[in-house]
């Protein structure tokens, strides 16, 4: 809660707190482990058009890191990822066109998942693939725009299987 407090602060009209976060937090509850998953980051993502600037991004993770210092915040607009897909792996990508087609686009189902705070701290979801997955404890390949050896490598990656020894991993 206090994670998702410090990202309403930043005021973003579109945004949510997903991937990793959220589907660890859910599948530790599921496994019944006491202590959390260790995070490698906080992924936080938002929708602007009018932003196009990495500096912005940056900016973002700085009031983020002075509000929370011990949190790996990472902060993307899903406006751009397309400019990355371009710049870091030399694939040309169709810009996506909201939050939601943004989150749908991570590598596995079940965490193309993230959750936002409404102004009256209500939580909001954004699932654009549903949460049977999640909840339902199934890794499954999202072909929108990781390929079947990119997520073959996440699920090893990730330790899928060491982690959470209840899953069923689907092959790619």
Known sequence: MSALRAVRKLELNSWC???????????????????PTPLD?????????????AEHDA????RLRCEMPSVAWEVTNQATVHHWFACHLGQQVAPLVSLEDGVGTWPEIATCVGVFLRADDSIGVVAPHGLDDLFHLIVRHNPVRADARTYRERVVSKRFAERWPLLSICPA
């Open 17 to 35: 707190i997903g991937a990793g976060a959220v589907r660890s937090l859910v599948w530790d509850a599921m496994h019944g482990f006491a202590e």
């Open 41 to 53: 980051d906080v992924d936080v993502v938002y929708f602007d058009p009018t932003v196009e600037s």
């Open 59 to 62: 900016a973002l993770e700085h």
